[in-house]
T-cell receptor, first 113, second 116 residues
Framework: SQQGEEDPQALSIQEGENATMNCSYK?????LQWYRQNSGRGLVHLIL?????REKHSGRLRVTLDTSKKSSSLLITASRAADTASYFC?????????????FGQGTTLQVKP | DTAVSQTPKYLVTQMGNDKSIKCEQN?????MYWYKQDSKKFLKIMFS???????INETVPNRFSPKSPDKAHLNLHINSLELGDSAVYFC???????????????FGQGTRLTVV
C-alpha cells in the first residue's frame, strides 16, 4: 500500500525563497530518501537519511526525520529556477531487506525567476 | 557512460501486441528494479532482482514478465498489451550498504509506453 504522503502537492515560490516539503509514512523504516524528477526525465537521488539520524545537510538541501511522528521534511534554501521539478520522498521499509522503495505522491515545485 | 540505460525511450503500440523494454546498468549493483509511474506521477514498484534472483514480485498481472540474464541486465516483457498499461516504466538499480539493500536507487530515463 502507498506509504508516503507528501504535502503540499504543489508549491510555487519566487527565486531566492526557501521551499519546504513534508512527507509522512506509516511503518518502520531503514532509511528515507528524497528524489527529484525533472519533467520527462528519470528520478535523481538527492539525499538519504537513516532511521537513527535526525537531520542531514547537502548543499542547499536540509532534511529532517522524526521517527516518532513518522515524518520528514525537505528544505531547499535560496531556491533557483533550476530547482523547478517534482520532489518525491521514498522509504526503505524496516521489515524487509529487499531495497523496495515506497514513494510518496510527490510535490511539484515551481520556482519563478 | 550512462549508469542505468533503458531502451526504447518511447514505445507506441497497439492493444494485444507483445513488447519488451531493456535495461542495463554499469554500476556493478546487485539489485535492479522495475517501477511504473502512472499519469498522476504515482510510482509503484513492480519487480526486483538481486543477483539475478527475483526478490520482489508485487501484484502485477502475469502478462508482465521480467528476465534477468545477468546482474547487469533486467528486461521487462509485456504480453497482450492493454490500454491500462500505458505509463512510464523506470528501471533502477541500487547497491547494498552494510547489509542494507537499497541505500540509493539510480534510475534510468524511463520508457513512455502508449497503448492505442
Amino acid at each position: 500500500s502507498q506509504q508516503g504522503e507528501e504535502d503540499p502537492q504543489a508549491l510555487s515560490i519566487q527565486e531566492g525563497e526557501n521551499a519546504t516539503m513534508n512527507c509522512s509514512y506509516k511503518t518502520s523504516i531503514n532509511n528515507l530518501q528524497w528524489y527529484r524528477q525533472n519533467s520527462g526525465r528519470g528520478l535523481v537521488h538527492l539525499i538519504l537519511i537513516r532511521s537513527n539520524e535526525r537531520e542531514k545537510h547537502s548543499g542547499r538541501l536540509r532534511v529532517t526525520l522524526d521517527t516518532s511522528k513518522k515524518s520528514s521534511s525537505l528544505l531547499i534554501t535560496a531556491s533557483r529556477a533550476a530547482d523547478t521539478a517534482s520532489y518525491f520522498c521514498a522509504t526503505n521499509q524496516g521489515s524487509s531487506n529487499t531495497g523496495k522503495l515506497i514513494f510518496g505522491q510527490g510535490t511539484t515545485l515551481q520556482v519563478k525567476p | 557512460d550512462t549508469a542505468v540505460s533503458q531502451t526504447p525511450k518511447y514505445l507506441v503500440t497497439q492493444m494485444g501486441n507483445d513488447k519488451s523494454i531493456k535495461c542495463e546498468q554499469n554500476l556493478g549493483h546487485d539489485t535492479m528494479y522495475w517501477y511504473k509511474q502512472d499519469s498522476k506521477k504515482f510510482l509503484k514498484i513492480m519487480f526486483s532482482y538481486n543477483n539475478k534472483e527475483l526478490i520482489i514480485n508485487e501484484t502485477v498481472p502475469n502478462r508482465f514478465s521480467p528476465k534477468s540474464p545477468d546482474k547487469a541486465h533486467l528486461n521487462l516483457h509485456i504480453n497482450s498489451l492493454e490500454l491500462g498499461d500505458s505509463a512510464v516504466y523506470f528501471c533502477a538499480s541500487s547497491p547494498t550498504d552494510r547489509g542494507i539493500v537499497g541505500t540509493e536507487a539510480f534510475f534510468g530515463q524511463g520508457t513512455r509506453l502508449t497503448v492505442v
